[in-house]
């Protein structure tokens, strides 16, 4: 896994990649697994631990919701309409086009 993340650091550092590091690292580590050149229980011993100690790292998500409430509440209708809104006109969007296609089950 670390081996995943520094060469992803090192290809972002060297080619001035906008991506974050980290998500090139997952993504060479799901590729890797995907291929099967790495196995999943090779890779156990290292990441148990990490999804053993995961809900801490909800914990500051949490404290700023609640540091932020009242912005939170002051744009409550905006954060709505992003939230719901948005995804739904998408969804229906992508459904009004899939539907016009060749195929239907």
């Known amino acids: 896994m670390l081996s995943c993340l520094y ?16 998500l090139l690292g997952m993504l060479f580590l799901i590729s890797l697994l995907y291929f099967k050149i790495v196995l999943p229980p090779l890779i156990a011993p290292a990441a148990l631990p990490i999804l053993k100690y995961m809900a801490l790292f909800f914990v500051p998500a949490g404290v ?4 932020y409430t009242t912005l939170l509440l002051n744009n409550l209708d ?8 948005v995804p739904t006109v998408g969804l229906m969007c992508v459904g009004l086009i899939a539907n ?6």
């Open 100 to 105: 016009r296609g060749k195929y239907s089950d």
């Open 64 to 67: 700023g919701i609640l540091q």
């Open 78 to 85: 905006l954060l709505v309409s992003i939230l719901i809104l």
């Open 7 to 22: 060469s992803a650091k090192f290809i972002v550092a060297a080619f001035n990649l906008t991506i974050p590091a980290p």
